[in-house]
């Protein structure tokens, strides 16, 4: 017991203070809340996770270059280890627990088939290099996923070895690169085009590549503005990237006058293809005259996002773009698959290489998993469910809260701050509040465009009666809001969470990224240490 | 369809909340030419778990796992026993379905483990500060390169011929398309190459692998002086980062910027992703890193938390004139490398490191005795490359065909270059045993 109180004592600044400010409980404990020290806090030297057994005794051939000192990492057991990290993980919401409504996210069931079958022996542990003739299943895989992806888009050819969107994106504005650099163009088209509302990935990838980004303006429908971009267009621009659904939640219904207009330029069309999930199976981008898209494997098909990735990004590419795909490629000669590698023949000049082997394999296999799951049927279902519930969301919530734009919307439901003007409360505040009744917040202050935006994402994966609660969750905050007296309260939120509010000012002013001894001294009290 | 909640009752009555008749009504903003009545043809129907289960065991039954067959290929990703625990946890769905903590009340889980990720690789590296994880080593070597020209002012990195050949090639295209110049150095096998001289006053940043992609130990200390005193700054890869147990960190070598392969501890092989890149430098460039960082910080109780820092530097606030336009990174991978060396500790990391170049060794001096066989190493870790008396390539799919993975032909990564057709590169981690070397010395034998 004593022992119990001296490790909260560490870590919550004693008896006194973590009895005044964690409702009285002696340990700062609450319940299934368990506070819980970091690794570096907790570790005994002679204890230890896993058994090896003792090294055979060989000549050392480090050319002396041996570490001279320790690691610095602490001992734990199986069992700590397994209470510590199960500890951390209460202190997180997920998709598993309930409503995720992230905006531009696309937080969807994530089915356990698919951690399942990536785990197969004879899919997971594969090493990349193997001789080619050992690993002939795993190329038909990623080959029968290409072929999903490139029916589904309408599109010919697919790239699939980037990691993640942001990666794809550059992927395909390096393709765009390249195709303009085989007519000549590359030193004269030096502009792409982007909406304000775009992710803020799109003007980095274009600015890494030597691009002046240039915004075109959003009409009042939230589209992009057909005449302001006909008039941006011109023998200096490259590229537009353009979401689509876009931003704002809605589908870019001039998008195939955007498209002749792009091409009439001369320049490519990147489809920011974040927003597919809204869409897959109904539309095909490849009908709408788009270049290359990137598809988040991890939005649409249902891959986890695992607290930050890993993602996968292929990119699917015009006959036009086809020819620069980056390495490798997966090649089927009569019935053997084979993969070609840096420099080897294909038929194009690719643009390089942009990640080291095949892409991201289980990512792969989880998708298909889910693709396969659905089928085409599935699929179609899947956005018609996803649209229809976001535009349940819009038209339950519109008399309380305020729709940035006229409806239908697709797979999101955007709102701005005016339903809270005088009362005190922010985006950020209701945000916090929603918290407290046990859902995660919706995307805040994005798209840039929409003052105090709100971008709520239902998808497709909530029963009816749960998109009930949240929509009474949502009314009673505003209602509450709107008596002009909760301004108070509301900033105070949340107040049930793991943590309140934290001082992200004090963070980046003073950053701590790592534990030190200096900086967490034993018997110190780590609080008052970040606090100074 | 079993991942599908709403009922068509549910629809009907949502529909008439919306206040459309059907949900074509939704899709109108779509152009009628591109509008699909019906599901897009082609493509098969849904099916049951069983189904698709049965669908992935005969893909894996095409495959040869390295489990069933003796295995012995490194080369940038490898092969190490994953305790269960370290599964089960990125499998609570806590973590697995969390999106990138964004709202840091109810996300302190992956925030805390992400700042115990950072704290791991700086005592790793010997550096000070670390960021939450690169997609893997390849790209993150590649964003090093970036961020030393912006921190340089200088066009010009000096690439190894120690280095990775695929990492090699990232960093080529990469110069390429966005306007730097790579000057790659030829494939260093002996592991005698020395780029001091090279340095000049245009360069940006030096490029090296320790071990070396031919399985070389060496120092760099002497290299990152004359960096230095050029105004350079020196990049050192690690792609088996087992190795970091046993050896001397880039850190005190002098490096300014470590750039990991993670996947070594805690991921799998998994054909080649997704992996998990470390990505660690000095205090005084820590704002001109690429990706995620989190901090320490105080709630409104002034109790410890956690949350994403620096983001000024990210491309959702800064936009063009980001460090990077990475937003996604590799954060369960990351937890996976985080669980695994707290499971280890300071003793086990540094037995797992013992065993994996006790067992390099011995495959070593066996596969060295073989008559014609010549070992061009006099250093490594648990990776090292010999000179056959004829071509790899055939001698590695006639291993192959006997059922045995015996590493990887360097001409496979680095073609057309006939000075290194005849070089094969063997690793063994502790979870190569005799009953594995002893057919692969026997195998080669009869095939050379």
């Known amino acids: ?7 909260s004592q560490g870590r919550a600044g004693g008896v006194a203070a973590s009895a005044a400010s964690n409702h009285g409980t002696f340990t700062g404990n609450r ?65 598993d627990m309930g409503v995720y409504p992230l905006g531009s996210c696309t937080m969807k069931h994530n089915p356990r088939i698919n951690e399942k079958v990536a785990r197969l022996a004879g899919i997971g542990d594969l090493h990349p290099l193997q001789p080619v003739s050992t690993v002939q299943g795993a190329l038909e895989l990623i080959d029968r996923l290409a072929h999903w992806l490139k029916t589904l888009t309408g599109m010919p050819a697919v790239a699939m070895s980037p990691a993640a969107g942001a990666h794809g994106e550059m992927c395909g504005m390096m393709a765009i690169a390249a195709a303009l650099e085989a007519k000549g163009e590359r030193a004269k088209r030096k502009v792409v085009l982007a909406p304000e509302s775009a992710h803020g990935t799109n003007p980095a990838t274009a600015a890494a590549l030597g691009f002046t980004v240039k915004p075109i303006p959003a009409n009042d429908r939230g589209r992009v503005d057909l005449a302001a971009l006909k008039a941006a267009l011109g023998p200096d621009v490259a590229a537009i990237m353009l ?28 489809c920011d293809g974040a927003n597919f999930n809204a869409i897959v199976g109904r539309v095909r981008p490849g009908d709408l005259g788009i270049d290359c898209m990137h598809i988040n494997l991890h939005k649409t098909f249902s891959t986890p996002h695992g607290g930050g990735g890993p993602g996968a990004g292929p990119v699917v590419l015009s006959a036009a773009l086809a020819p620069y795909a980056p390495y490798p490629w997966i090649v089927k000669d009569g019935d053997k698959w084979r993969v070609a590698e840096d420099g080897a023949k294909v038929d194009g000049t690719p643009l390089g290489r942009l990640k080291a082997f095949h892409g991201q394999m289980g990512m792969f296999t989880r998708a298909l998993a889910y693709i396969m799951s659905h089928g085409a049927d599935g699929l179609k279902q899947v956005a018609e469910d996803a649209v229809l519930s976001a535009n349940y969301v819009m038209a339950a919530l519109k008399d309380v809260m305020s729709p940035a734009f006229e409806g239908p919307c697709m797979h999101e439901a955007l709102f701005d701050d005016s339903f809270l003007k005088d009362t005190g409360v922010s985006t950020l505040d209701f945000a916090k509040a929603m918290i407290d009744e046990g859902y995660h917040p919706m995307t805040m202050y994005f798209p840039l465009v929409v003052h105090g935006a709100m971008l709520i994402e239902p998808t497709e994966s909530q029963a009816k009666e749960d998109l009930d609660q949240f929509i009474g969750a949502l009314r009673s905050l505003t209602e509450r809001a709107k008596t002009g007296t909760a301004a108070e309260e509301f900033k105070a939120a949340p107040r049930f969470s793991p943590r309140r509010r934290l001082d992200e000012t004090l963070a980046a002013r003073k950053p701590i990224l790592r534990w030190r001894p200096s900086n967490h001294p034993p018997g110190s009290d780590p609080m008052k240490q970040a606090a100074e | 369809m079993r991942y599908l909640p709403l009922t068509d009752a549910d629809r009907r009555e949502m529909l008439s909340v919306i206040g459309a008749k059907s949900v074509d009504d939704l899709f109108k903003d779509v152009p009628a030419s591109a509008r699909l009545g019906a599901k897009i043809g082609g493509l098969p129907d849904h099916q049951g778990e069983l189904e698709v289960e049965r ?80 997609y893997d080593g390849s ?122 392969e993670g996947q070594s501890i805690g991921n799998g092989l998994g054909f080649g992703g997704p992996y998990v890149g470390l990505f660690a430098t000095r205090d005084k460039y820590m704002r001109q890193m690429p990706g995620r960082l989190v901090g320490e910080t105080v709630d409104a109780d002034g109790k410890r938390g956690f949350v994403l820092t620096l983001s000024t530097r990210e491309q959702h606030i800064r936009r063009e004139k980001a460090t990077s336009n990475i937003c996604t990174n590799a954060g369960l991978c990351a937890l996976a490398f985080t669980v695994h060396p707290t499971l280890l500790g300071e003793a086990g990391f540094t037995r797992l490191a013992e065993l994996n170049h006790a067992k390099a060794s011995q495959l070593a001096d066996k596969v060295s005795a073989i008559s014609g066989v010549k070992l061009l190493n006099d250093s490594f870790f648990n990776e090292f490359t010999v000179k056959l008396p004829k071509p790899a390539a055939p001698v590695v799919e006639a291993l192959a065909a006997k059922g045995i993975l015996g590493g990887l032909p360097v001409s496979r990564l680095i073609p057309n270059d006939p000075s290194v057709e005849n070089l094969l590169l063997l690793a063994a981690t502790e979870t190569a045993t005799d009953m594995g070397m002893d057919p692969l010395v026997a195998a080669l034998k009869e095939v050379l």
Request: net charge negative; with cysteine.
């Open chain 2, 139 to 260: 790209t993150g070597t590649t964003e090093a390169v970036l961020m030393a020209n912006r921190i340089t002012r200088r066009h010009k990195a000096l690439i190894s011929g120690g280095l990775h050949p695929q990492y090699r090639s990232i960093i080529e295209t990469t110069a390429k398309w966005e306007g730097f110049k790579a000057v790659l150095s030829k494939a260093d096998a002996e592991g005698l190459e020395d780029l001091i001289a090279s340095v000049d006053k245009d360069t940006s940043c030096v490029v090296v692998q320790n071990p070396s992609f031919f399985g070389h130990v060496r120092d760099f200390t002497k290299l990152a002086e004359a960096c230095h005193a050029a105004g350079a700054l020196l990049i050192v890869v690690v792609t088996e980062v087992v190795s970091l147990g046993l050896l001397m960190p880039p850190g005190e070598m002098g490096a300014d910027i470590v750039v990991c």
């Open chain 2, 55 to 134: 669908a992935f065991q005969a893909f894996a039954a095409k495959n040869v796992s390295p489990g069933t067959a003796p295995f012995f290929i490194g080369a940038g990703a490898y092969r190490h026993h994953v305790p269960s625990t370290v599964d089960y946890m990125i499998q609570r769905g806590e973590f697995l379905t969390s999106y990138t903590p964004y709202q840091p009340e109810i996300t302190q889980g992956t925030l805390q483990y992400l700042f115990e990720f950072q704290t791991q690789v700086t005592l790793l590296t010997g550096m000070e500060v670390a960021n939450a994880s690169m």
């Open chain 1, 243 to 270: 979401t689509n659904p876009n931003t704002c939640g809605l589908f870019e219904s001039e998008i195939v006058e955007i498209s002749k207009a792009v091409h009439d330029a001369g320049a490519y069309f990147y």
């Open chain 1, 31 to 95: 319940a299934l809340q368990i506070e819980e020290p970091l690794i570096f806090e907790m570790g005994q030297p002679g204890r230890c996770g896993v058994d090896l057994p003792e090294p055979p005794k060989v000549k050392d051939r480090l050319n002396g270059l041996r570490r001279a000192g320790t690691i610095g990492l602490p001992g734990l057991s199986e069992p700590q280890v397994v209470q510590h990290y199960t500890r951390l993980s209460q202190k997180n919401y997920a998709i």
């Open chain 1, 1 to 7: 017991m004593v022992q119990s109180l001296d490790r």
